[in-house]
Nanobody
C-alpha cells in the first residue's frame, strides 16, 4: 500500500503550488484523508482534512482562505491547492489516509494509518 505525494518545489512568496497524492495497492476512496506538514525542527501538523466523499473539509487556521483540499475518488487522487504561499509554509508535506472508512474529516494525527513519503515545499521571501 502506497501513497505517493508530488508537486512540491521552490516558489516565491505569494506564489502557488498544487500538491497531488496518488494511491497504489488499494483504494482509499471511502476513507477520510488529509495533508500534514513538518517543518525542520518542528512537529508534524495537520494542514487540511477531507471526508470520504469530499463534501466536508477542515483546515488549520494558518492556511484558511489560502489552501484548498480536494479529492477525485474516481481517480483515487487527493489534492492540495496552495495559494498566497508564505515562507512559514516551508515544510515537507505528507498525504495520509484515516485508518477507518466513511468518517468525517480526521483532525488527529493518530487517526491516520497510511502515509505518503512527503514532498518538499520551499517558499522564498
Amino acid at each position: 500500500v502506497q501513497l505517493q505525494a508530488s508537486g512540491g518545489g521552490l516558489v516565491q512568496a505569494g506564489g502557488s503550488l498544487r500538491l497531488s497524492c496518488a494511491t497504489s495497492g488499494r483504494t482509499f476512496s471511502n476513507h477520510p484523508m488529509g495533508w500534514f506538514r513538518q517543518a525542520l525542527g518542528k512537529e508534524r501538523e495537520l494542514v487540511a482534512a477531507i471526508n470520504w466523499s469530499g463534501g466536508s473539509t477542515d483546515y488549520a487556521d494558518s492556511v484558511k482562505g489560502r489552501f484548498t483540499i480536494s479529492r477525485d475518488n474516481a481517480k483515487d487522487m487527493l489534492y492540495l491547492q496552495m495559494n498566497s504561499l508564505k515562507p512559514e509554509d516551508t515544510a515537507v508535506y505528507y498525504c495520509a489516509a484515516d485508518r477507518r472508512p466513511w468518517g468525517g474529516p480526521a483532525s488527529q494525527l493518530n487517526q491516520y494509518a497510511y502515509w505518503g513519503q512527503g514532498t518538499q515545499v520551499t517558499v522564498s521571501s
